[in-house]
């Protein structure tokens, strides 16, 4: 009987820390925030949103060497826009001859050497973007800008010699 006590005695002991351990295990993961599935689960990969383009048909434009010089070259230029929503694309399709003729009022105030610096480039580029974006939201209802970049996919420089 004395031998009988004794395992009880060491099995209870056994139980209660075993639920004493469980009980701080459960414990910590509830104030570390955490489950037991969560500590071992792999987030899904996130599905990238598939970028759409708005080609501006290429614009030819007389230019000056410089400001206040007469035209001596013809740039031909292409710029395309970068957009996730593809209603947006059709949108700009439909306005296209708004936006290229905002574009091309832009690149008539452009010279030949302005168009030689990356700075100046960049500024065109966000410049049209802003015509674009501009011409959509106003004339399509969209409530924030619907095109996130814009890129010179053609740039050529004749001179007119």
């Known amino acids: 009987m004395a031998k009988m006590g004794a395992m009880l005695k060491t099995a209870g002991i ?7 351990g469980m009980g701080g295990a459960l ?12 500590a071992h689960a792999e987030t899904p990969p996130q599905k990238a ?4 383009f708005a080609p501006l048909d290429d614009i030819t434009v007389s230019m000056p060497p410089a400001a ?19 209603k947006a694309v059709d949108a700009f399709t439909a306005l296209e001859p708004i936006v290229k003729a905002n574009v091309l009022a832009l690149l008539m105030a ?6 030689q610096s990356e700075p ?23 409530q924030a800008p619907p ?6 996919t053609n740039l050529m420089v004749q001179s007119s010699d």
């Open 14 to 20: 056994a139980v209660v820390a075993l639920g004493v």
């Open 27 to 38: 414990g910590a993961m509830h104030f570390l925030g955490g489950t037991v599935a969560s």
């Open 49 to 52: 949103a598939p970028i759409y």
């Open 68 to 86: 206040g010089e007469p035209a001596d070259a013809y740039v031909d230029i292409g710029i395309q826009f970068a957009t996730h929503d593809q």
């Open 110 to 115: 452009q010279s030949t050497a302005g168009l």
């Open 120 to 142: 100046s480039r960049s500024a065109i580029i966000a410049q049209c973007l802003q015509i674009a974006n501009a011409t959509v939201e106003k004339n399509a209802n969209y």
């Open 147 to 152: 095109f996130i970049n814009g890129y010179i």
